[in-house]
């Protein structure tokens, strides 16, 4: 790779499980910004097998929209010379179901948990996590790791210098399985172990034969101290050097790239962490594809991310209806349609996955199903994001959690600053504003939250970029990613029957005075761009907006591309809206300019 | 110039099939290159290990796990039958003894004297891979499984369920008598008690051009959420080869499957739309046939003008048409999505713009 001061050409991938979205970033007079962004179907299936097909189609769509030569005989010209090539290549992958990992501890709500954070907090989907005390038998910890058959497994358990019998018990489960990987029979299925060090001869023993064992630092060292790091590091390599290696095209794809290629939820995790260190403040992040959602979440300089593997919006989109089922979804339609022609039409887009939905009808179900998958997401977010019990642990900013009290969840709606959404059904909403009410629908906010979407689904990108030039991630992060959709304003509500008023608010804007008083299911729209704007709310006695029942609030707001939205829809109390009124859905999304019905 | 392939199902009417056939785990290949194997013929077998019984022998014996090898009276690798003595102690001048038995007939296949637990393995259990159809062996994969060549028909549906079967092929027009052991084409979309029909009558396998997605949820017991399948213990297969709701059978693929009428046909359920695409299908060999189309090739997926596409999604779902034009700058749709389209001139000379990514093209 050329001198990090000489880049000035970036050529970004990212292979998604249906779509390769390429991205160019060029540094003109001095600044680093997105030029051009192509995108075709991901190709490791029939009839190519290939995953650099589909990189290069994309890159053939920038070459054709930017004039600029790129490919030189399916190869990328790099460094550039000139006007052809590009300086770096760099790409990040989920395709062919990303990185699938078994993960287990001693104790479920201890060692097997932060065996599971790490885990996640390198990108990969969790398929189970076993533990001593999971109540699940012998043989059948084995049939479940021969049925599952994980790209890689992570064993940890015990404290150094601790009882070294029930990690050992562990891994004669895994002994027992003589697991074997999901691509490539003559490759022996790596293990990292990160349990008690006095304990690495006996699995050593055990499992070296039948494994390709990595035994890194124990995960928890001690009770008080949780050390993810050097786990996390280890599954980053294992999966270039055996998952990626093994699928279709990605020997070739790994020979291409100036960075090692990094699974996408790891990359966007990396630029959720930035955005919260840069602005001092809390996150909620979600990347919502066709296969799985990804939430990430920093409250108090802690980061989280979750994966719902089967909460999706093309593969696993039955399993949205599924999970939430047929009444949930239809309570966001403006329309009445009958049950079975709804199922069919969400069953036909699973079997078919990258049709887009042409009509208006088809674009309003999808975006319907979108809420509920978000929401389930979320649910598991909040549950699985919780404090240590009474440990203190040795933090990084991406792993580390600090002594709260035993396992509360450390998602604070009312601390919340900003949310944040990725993924083709909110970045590439027709409007900005069906990306906003999508995500206040769907996360149910309180009190006052900022909402931006990635502007075309390049989070991914840049979090890698973020990994050898973080410069041109920041600034092409806040130049040309992060769409700051504006403000959503929601109130805790104590009487939650008839209609009454909840709150006024005022401020002026552009030598305009603005005031107005939001009623229970009401809510007000009103246009202001990104600009800091002094508000004043003075809830009613029943009514919290943050500072406390009746209590007023005077604070600095940002309005944004949709602008701040005055929402007095009443949720029920498992947060979800309870109209059954389609006129009235109708009148939200007609005043909210989501759909013009 | 960019490419914009859709997906295509294969429908071939005379084509090279190749079919790797791959043990689960490392095995006994039973065949050799050339060997002319019929459907049914066991190519490649193995066993997987049995079921684990693990026994806690320093509780019951109250010692410590680093003295469990004074008390064994078996070794690794040992057979055992149920309640043999596996461990004891030495009791109070040879009574009193307390005998540690084996739960299971099986192998002892690890002793630990960290944990003081002997495992015994059930007796393994023997997998067999058959060739599924007929064909030659044209490669062995070491230990693992063979690739089996042939020439025939592939039909490729959109969605199944159940595994591999092999049966004759029967159509419902015609109106058979006979369905025991049958695989049954219905050119139109059926439902479950349809399907219970057929299957309470005996037929191994259904064809269908749709199906409706409660009526799977009913068969299957539950929602189907991810397009994972295959391994359901269902009695008839179901190949759905165009999607849910009320649709019919492309007449391509409904004239190829009728031209084999009476013939023997293989079809496997298995779909798997993510992470390698494995989408349900119907072979029919041709060992004679030597008149072979030539494959698809990769720019036949390519949509250009005069492609014969059909429609995969509403509001023109199930239509098939000529595309007459490529418009390069995407169009804003009803959706007010921009989107690269199609202009499509439909079988009533109709012509509407359709996003590209909603067409499938049909391979003649």
Known sequence: MININDIKTILATDCGSTTTKAILIEKIEDHFMLTYRGEAPTTVEEPFEDVTRGVLNSIIEIEELSGRKILNKDKITTPSNNDEGVDVYISTSSAGGGLQMMVAGVVKSMTAESAQRAALGAGSIVMDVLASNDKRLFHEKVKRIRDLRPDMILLSGGVDGGTISHVVKLAEVLEAANPKPRLGLDFKIPVIYAGNNKASDEINSKLKGITDLEIVDNIRPKLEQENLEPSRNKIHDLFMEHVMAQAPGYQKLMSWTDAPIMPTPGAVGEIIKKIAEKNNISVVGVDIGGATTDVFSVFKGIFNRTVSANLGMSYSICNVLAESGYDYIARWLPFEIDQEDLTNRIANKMIRPTTIPQSMEELIVEQSLAREALRLSFIQHKQFAVSLKGVQQKRTISDAFEQTSSGKTLVDMLELDLIVGSGGVLSHAPRRHQAFLMMVDSFSPLGITQIAVDSIFMMPQLGVLSSIHPEAALEVFDRDCLVRLGTSINPIIKNKSGEFELFSYAFSYNNKDYNGVIKSNDLELLEIPYEPIDLRLTPKSNVDLGSGFGQEINKTVYGGEVGILFDGRINNIKGQSISQDKNKIKEYYNKTKVYSL | ?364
């Open chain 2, 1 to 364: 110039m960019s490419k914009s392939y859709t997906p295509g199902l294969k429908i071939l009417k005379n084509t090279k099939i190749l079919k790797e056939r791959r043990l689960p785990l490392k095995g006994d290949i039973n065949c050799k290159v050339g060997d002319k194997v019929g459907n049914s013929t066991i190519v490649a077998s193995t066993f997987i290990p049995g079921n684990i019984h693990m026994v806690n022998v320093i509780n019951q014996l109250n010692i410590d796990a680093q003295s469990i090898k004074d008390y064994l009276t078996v070794k690794i690798d040992d057979l055992v039958k149920k309640d043999d003595i596996i461990a004891e102690n030495k009791g109070m001048f040879g009574f009193f003894k307390t005998q540690v038995k084996s739960p299971i007939e099986g192998k002892v296949s690890n002793i630990s004297s960290t944990t003081g637990q002997i495992m015994i393995s059930e007796p393994d259990i023997p997998i067999e891979i058959d060739a599924y159809i007929d064909g030659e062996i044209i490669e062995i994969i070491d230990n693992e499984g063979i690739v089996l060549k042939s020439n025939g028909s592939l039909i490729q549906g959109i969605i199944g369920v159940g595994g591999e079967k092999n049966g004759e092929l029967i159509f419902l027009e015609d109106n058979p008598n006979e369905y025991e052991g049958k695989i049954v084409v219905i050119k139109e979309s059926i439902n479950k008690s349809q399907y219970d029909t057929y299957s309470g009558k005996g037929a191994i396998g259904i064809v269908a051009g749709g199906f409706d997605y409660q009526s799977l949820s009913d068969i299957l017991g539950y929602r189907l959420g991810v397009a994972i399948t295959g391994t359901e213990s269902i009695p008839t297969t179901l190949m759905v080869t165009e999607g849910f709701g009320d649709v019919q059978m492309s007449d391509k693929t409904y004239r190829i499957l009728k031209d084999h009428s009476g013939k023997k046909a293989s079809i496997n359920g298995a779909t798997q739309i993510r992470a390698g695409v494995i989408r349900p299908e119907v072979i029919i060999t041709l060992p004679n046939q030597s008149d072979i189309h030539q494959d698809f090739n990769e720019d036949d997926l390519i949509i250009k003008e005069n492609s014969k596409v059909r429609v995969i999604r509403d509001p023109y779902f199930g239509k098939i048409g000529i595309v007459k034009g490529l418009p390069s700058e995407p169009v804003k749709i009803d959706s007010e999505t921009k989107a690269r389209v199609a202009e499509i001139e439909f079988e009533n000379n109709e012509r509407k713009l359709v996003p590209r990514a909603n067409l499938e093209i049909i391979l003649e």
